[in-house]
């Protein structure tokens, strides 16, 4: 890219990619060496800018130190825990010229992750757990980054713990699975924010233990023990105080894990089975008692037509999501199955993410089928990207779920703020469907409930890029949800 506005355009994207732990390499180019420092016309002080949301950031200064840069960029970038690297060239070193010799190996000072969990602090962990009777596994994006989704199951499985995942843990653990709890947090389920609520020990494996995951800290798990698996020392006891770190990859942790409980199969039989019988009975309690419901009233739900996406893919799709209600919705009823069909924006909450992610996946993966489930406000943050779309012969599929205001917004003004609307309401929310054909795209347009089934399956089917603008009830919340500052138990249900 160039300098100046080129490279700072870069930095929400950057932080995205920060605070969800996305491994990118970003080039920016700079002005001249010898111009650095004199307000040059596009200048930019793009490592100073980056420098608090990325992993690392280089300032090449001899073109002969380029190939050992990239080498380590890209290390740096993918191992331990992933993040952002920015390397910023000058336009004279981009310009020089020297012999291309790539280093075979990254030797770092200072920078060694650890990927192995320490003996024995896994045989501790086991011990503990082996002396529960309320266990609950908690686990985040560190699950599918690690690609973990396999060790996850054969241990929750092997011992009968309820397993509930954050939002960039979803798809780590199977969405129709039994002990399956839904997502946790402000959004959560009841079942899964009861469950962490009444807990005796709470298993959290690759999560960062987030406000919006956690609630009220003081309260979080209150009656546990808390075991924290997870790549990055520096996220462990950061927000939530823990009994037993184990600092490594949650694949090598699990798998390691596992194999200690079979070394005492005696301890993990069948008075295991029974000793916490009694909990998932409550669990499954919860789970029935207050599961994720709306009403069907003849209007057009947003819940339905995420529910409807779900059964026309087969959960198979990969689903990009914007930012707000739409996020929200997708998380609590699309059923994710598998790792990386998911791609959503959670720590930074960046509006306008979901079409370019889908854009990106479509051209990773030419032959499945993307979709990006919209709001009528996020989408319009980046909707010029259609030209891309087109352009290229992206067939992504946007699904809009039109409420015509800014809905996560509205329903705050709504329940916290004494139905004060300020900017939430969106009087002049464009004619997708002309919109999308202006573009080249296809359009379709759904109002009543009736129309989901039959406008979806054209939409998946055409081949094109896709708009699909769904007129959805406008004052549909998302609920649960947990009022900022409160306890995960203090649950707005309706």
């Known amino acids: 890219m160039t300098s100046g506005p080129g490279a700072t355009n870069t930095v929400t994207g950057i932080a995205t990619a920060y605070m969800d732990s996305v491994p990118i390499v970003v ?3 700079q002005v001249n060496t010898v111009l650095i ?13 980056t420098r608090p949301c990325t992993k690392h950031n280089y300032l090449v200064r ?25 390397i910023d060239i000058p336009k004279d070193v981009s310009a020089a ?16 992750p650890t990927y192995a969990g320490h003996p024995g602090q896994i045989k501790k962990a086991v011990k503990l757990i082996n002396s529960s009777k309320r266990p609950v ?14 060790e996850l199951r054969a241990f929750a499985e092997r011992l009968s713990i309820p397993v509930t995942n954050t939002l960039m843990g ?9 002990q399956f709890l839904g997502m946790l ?4 389920t009841y079942a899964a924010n009861m469950a962490i609520t009444n807990a005796d020990t709470i298993i959290a494996v690759g999560a960062r233990f987030d406000d919006r995951a956690t609630g009220k800290v003081e309260e979080f798990g209150s009656r546990a023990k808390i075991i924290h698996v997870d790549i990055d020392p520096t996220s462990i006891s950061k927000n939530i105080r823990v009994d037993i770190p184990i600092v490594g990859d949650a694949k090598n942790v699990l798998r390691r894990m596992l194999q200690v409980v079979e070394e005492d199969k005696e301890s993990f039989g069948g008075a295991w089975d029974h000793a916490i019988a009694d909990w998932l009975r409550q669990v499954e309690r919860w789970k029935t008692e207050f599961p994720l419901s709306y009403t069907r009233n003849g209007t057009l739900k947003p819940q339905y037509v995420i529910e409807r996406i779900h059964e026309l893919t087969g959960g198979k799709a990969i689903i990009a999501t914007e930012v707000g209600q739409n996020q929200m919705w997708t998380a609590q009823f699309y059923k994710f199955l598998e790792p990386r069909r998911l791609m959503t924006s959670g720590g930074l909450g960046t509006m306008g993410y979901g079409f370019p992610a889908a854009i990106g996946a479509q051209v990773a993966y030419p032959d499945m089928l993307v979709v990006d489930i919209a709001g009528d406000g996020s989408i319009q943050m980046n909707i010029q990207e259609l030209a891309t779309a087109v352009q290229y012969g992206l067939p992504v599929k946007v699904v809009i779920l039109n409420n015509g205001c800014l809905g996560m917004v509205r329903q705050w003004q709504e329940l916290f703020y004494e139905k004060r609307y300020a900017i939430s309401v969106l009087e002049c929310v464009p004619n997708f469907v ?14 009543h409930e009736s129309e989901v089934d039959r406008v979806l399956k054209k939409a998946f089917a055409n081949g094109r890029p896709t708009l699909v603008d769904a007129h959805v009830n406008p004052e549909e919340g998302v609920y649960p949800i947990v009022p900022a500052g409160a306890a995960l138990s203090d649950m707005l249900l309706v």
């Open 37 to 49: 420092g004199n307000d040059a016309f596009q200048e930019a002080d793009i490592v100073g800018i």
């Open 185 to 188: 947090g402000m959004h959560g």
């Open 170 to 178: 979803l798809g780590g653990f199977p969405g129709n699975h039994p």
């Open 137 to 150: 596994l908690y686990t985040g994006g560190g699950i599918i980054t690690s690609g973990a989704a396999k």
């Open 97 to 112: 010229l020297t012999e291309f010799t790539y280093p075979e190996k990254v030797r770092i000072r200072g920078y060694q």
């Open 62 to 86: 001899d073109v002969t130190e380029m190939a050992r840069i990239i080498k380590e960029a890209f290390y740096i970038a993918r191992s331990g825990r992933p993040g952002p690297v920015l």
């Open 27 to 29: 080039f920016s180019g």
């Open 434 to 447: 002309k919109l999308a054909e202006a573009y080249g795209a296809v359009g379709y347009e759904i109002e």
